[in-house]
T-cell receptor, first 114, second 110 residues
Framework: EPEVTQTPSHQVTQMGQEVILRCVPI?????FYWYRQILGQKVEFLVS????????KSEIFDDQFSVERPDGSNFTLKIRSTKLEDSAMYFC????????????FGDGTRLSIL | AQRVTQPEKLLSVFKGAPVELKCNYS??????LFWYVQYSRQRLQLLLR??SRESIKGFTADLNKGETSFHLKKPFAQEEDSAMYYC????????????FGTGTRLQVTL
């Protein structure tokens, strides 16, 4: 069964550094998402992406964050200048459509900011 | 804004006992409701969605619009059901942002 893959599984970065989290969505999916989960808290929506543009973003997704689909397969989340509070598990997801279409999640990238 | 509440952080039941994981939501329209499950060291995966009205691994969930609830039930718990369960909501229409509850850890013991 096709899966969403995320790399790296764990990223350790110094505060203030830029970090790029990578995702390969399922190949026939058209909608892509990033979520994050701070330790002990719930999974929170960051951004959704369709047709090469952001379709929705949350308050968390400020100017420090950006997303890109640089080629036909990768979907990346960039954090420009990381803060301690960016430490979290970041999940990528993809779906065929919206609404009732199930979102398929990757294993996540654990981001640790020192 | 929509909100999903899962009041129990941990639910511990004996094998063979009935299970009910509670989920309440607040949303002014007609949402799409889902249950996601995360087994130990595995990814979040869809368990079921209300629109399908299906039973997966013996679990069912009924959307009760009057009580704004979408409780997950199983008549006889199995050890392999031990996992983290998340209730989630997508607003109606074309939006697809999932709003999650805080999750309930189900622990099935012998």
């Amino acid at each position: 069964e096709p899966e969403v893959t995320q790399t790296p599984s764990h990223q350790v970065t110094q505060m203030g550094q830029e970090v790029i989290l990578r995702c390969v969505p399922i190949s026939n999916h058209l909608y892509f998402y990033w979520y994050r989960q701070i330790l002990g808290q719930k999974v929170e929506f960051l951004v959704s992406f369709y047709n090469n543009e952001i379709s929705e973003k949350s308050e968390i997704f400020d100017d420090q964050f950006s997303v890109e689909r640089p080629d036909g397969s990768n979907f990346t989340l960039k954090i420009r200048s990381t803060k301690l509070e960016d430490s979290a598990m970041y999940f990528c997801a993809s779906s065929v459509g919206t609404g009732t279409s199930p979102q398929h999640f990757g294993d996540g990238t654990r981001l640790s900011i020192l | 804004a929509q909100r999903v509440t899962q009041p129990e952080k941990l639910l511990s039941v004996f094998k063979g006992a009935p299970v009910e994981l509670k989920c309440n939501y607040s949303y002014s329209g007609s949402p799409e409701l889902f249950w996601y499950v995360q087994y130990s060291r595995q990814r979040l995966q869809l368990l079921l969605r209300h629109i399908s009205r299906e039973s997966i691994k013996g679990f069912t969930a009924d959307l009760n619009k009057g009580e704004t609830s979408f409780h997950l039930k199983k008549p006889f718990a199995q050890e392999e059901d031990s996992a983290m369960y998340y209730c989630a909501l997508v607003p109606s229409g074309t939006a697809s942002k999932l709003t999650f509850g805080t999750g309930t850890r189900l622990q099935v013991t012998l």
